[in-house]
């Protein structure tokens, strides 16, 4: 079919005189989509509509409207947009919108796709899927037109849709009853922002322009192996014989004193302490069918997937190397370059740590940063700093450190002893803490269980009082009390 030129001549003296303010090449370049729309709609099956009539006012005239009557956002993803409704004639009219038109049907994502090549559209794609709550889009708004419900619209774009963008519905007088059976659910997420009764020009057509405002930041992200982009992020490893990730698997096994790769994992951790380790990452790891709804791991994900350091592993092999049973995001990090204990500054205290269990490393590292102590030094038969448990028990304070290499316990604790700096160990044989007077500078020793201190080691032992119902308490536990005192001396 072609359009003669009775109208032709319909199509631009409508346009022209209901829409005033567009000019010569939109008005031509909306005729040339006319054109082509009614050309291929029988051999490609684009719309219902036959009439011409029909096709300018209920196709056209109701999808340029919409530009007149909201302020529409910068990226627009218009699903279930079928021939291109009302995406593309809004995108004619307002070229700088960004454009991804939602439409499954192969005959009509070919049509649109050269309707597109055809005007020139730039920022224009088409996403030839279905649009379902597992996928993501980085858009501002969603618009449907005669698509589903308004219901089935919210509950479909709660997952990307961000806060503060919005659902425009494009419906008819009736919309009501749609409206009212709105579960509270999406209530909690949505906001009704304007309910605008129209009609189209020229017709007595009757329409409601509905938008909904998110109201949230709820955001459930799905990973997943998929052909579809919206679907999946990262690199793919699917196989053990991937090079990637045996050099990870060899990591976690070796641990990080041999590879000098620590395992960071639990969402706190990592979005507190994101800013001091990005630009050590080696790379980030999820597994297929991981799902996310907390914003800011979503965002690092975004980050990392950007900066290629995003891995998309199968299940089976993500959890090999989820030593932590976390099930969550894992960044596999460069560790930091200890110093030497010859290079630290003896005018600072110094928390020396021995301990093997590198749960108790963390935990004592996360007092010495609470209470202001931010030299550690790390004795020969202390756990690694960076080992995963370390690294979490100490909520990530170990990058926020000093670490300092150092000798066996004795012979460091020799060194300070040389170089005229007081050794404050702890042991029930000591002072009690609370009338302790604490000198200028210092080296903390924590108490060490089994045969306990050497003896020259207790000339400045603090003790930690309690009552006879327990033997002892744990070592971190009197470091933090420790170290809490000598915090409450200096303020």
Known sequence: MVINPTERDYFFSTINQTFKHLGKDVTQNLFKFCEMLVRYNDEYDLSRLKKFKDILEKHFLDSIIIGDLINLPESLLDIGTGAGFPGIPIKITQPELQLTLAEPRPLRVKFMKMVIEALKLENTSVFPHKVNEKMYFPIQGVITRAFESAPATLERCINF?????????????????????????????????????????????????????????????????????????????????????????????????????????????????????????????????????????NQIIDQLDKDSKLLLLKKSLYNDLDISGSKKLLLFVECPKNRSLETIDLTRPSLIIPFQDPANTGSVMRSAAAFGITQIVVTAEAANPYNYKSIRTSGGAVFNLDIFDAPPLIETADYFLRNGVKIISLDSSGKPVSGFSFPETFAVIPGIEGPGLPDKLLSHAVSIPMTDKVESLNASTTVSILLYEYFKSIQ
């Open 161 to 297: 849709l961000p806060d503060g963008g919005s659902v425009i519905l494009l419906k008819g007088p009736g919309v009501d009853e749609e409206i009212n059976t709105i579960s509270p659910i999406i209530h909690e997420h949505y906001r009704l922002e304007k309910d605008i009764p129209y009609s189209l020009p020229g017709t007595d057509h009757k329409r409601r322009l509905i938008i909904y405002r998110k109201t949230s930041n709820y955001c459930r992200r799905f990973y997943q192996i998929s052909d579809i982009k919206e679907l999946t992020a990262g690199t793919l490893i699917e196989s053990t014989d991937n090079k990637r990730y045996k050099e990870l698997k060899k990591a976690v096994i070796s641990g990080p004193k041999k590879s000098g790769i620590a395992l960071v994992c639990g969402e706190k951790i990592i979005t507190d302490n994101f800013a001091y380790i990005k630009n050590s990452i080696v790379c980030a790891v999820i597994h297929d069918g991981f799902s996310e709804k907390n914003s800011n791991i």
